[in-house]
């Protein structure tokens, strides 16, 4: 959600710049911006985590696809929805609330694309890693050791 945050800020600086003619974000831009992507982000998590659980599936990568599969249809519709909202701020003039706009439509955009990649990738490192952490080994007996327990077991014969 960082990085959403981040890569909207500097997208939202050049369109800014570029377009706008401002070289530079108002002083509220970044943190009505990281308000807004903060509050959706974890939202968004919460309901994707909370669909997670509700699968039955034993494999976490299947429970994590189904998850967000049937949770992708409502979180494009509201980043739509809301994006258009706040892409009704822009004809206002008011470069803030234009910075503002483009820094929470840019990070929307960012969030339902980069979340979902995020989370099945790091739930892919995680059982690898898994696999190779609980993989054991059976330690090569020694014959020598060998040896010497089955003389232990023999009576002896004087």
């Given at each position: 959600m960082l990085l959403a945050y981040?890569?909207?800020?500097?997208?939202?600086?050049?369109?800014?710049?570029?377009?706008?003619?401002d070289?530079?974000?108002?002083?509220?831009?970044?943190f009505f911006t990281f308000i807004m992507l903060m509050a959706l982000g974890v939202d968004y998590?919460?309901?994707?985590?909370?669909?997670?659980?509700?699968?039955?599936?034993?494999?976490?990568k299947d429970r994590m696809l189904n998850a967000a599969t049937a949770i992708g249809a409502v979180v494009i519709s509201a980043a739509i929805i809301l994006s258009g909202t706040f892409a009704?701020?822009?004809?206002?003039?008011?470069?803030?609330?234009?910075?503002?706009?483009?820094?929470?439509i840019f990070g929307l955009i960012i969030?339902?694309?980069?979340?979902?990649?995020?989370?099945s990738s790091l739930i892919?490192?995680?059982?690898?890693?898994?696999?190779?952490?609980?993989?054991?080994r059976k330690p090569k007996k020694n014959k020598k050791a060998k040896a010497d327990t089955s003389?232990?077991?023999k009576p002896a014969t004087d």
């Open positions: 981040e890569v909207s800020l500097g997208i939202t600086r050049i369109v800014s710049k570029f377009v706008l003619g070289p530079m974000l108002s002083w509220n831009t970044p998590s919460i309901f994707l985590m909370v669909r997670f659980k509700d699968e039955t599936q034993p494999d976490l009704a701020l822009m004809p206002s003039g008011v470069t803030t609330l234009i910075q503002v706009a483009l820094g929470v969030l339902v694309i980069i979340l979902p990649l995020t989370l892919s490192l995680t059982m690898w890693h898994e696999k190779r952490i609980h993989r054991v003389s232990k077991d």
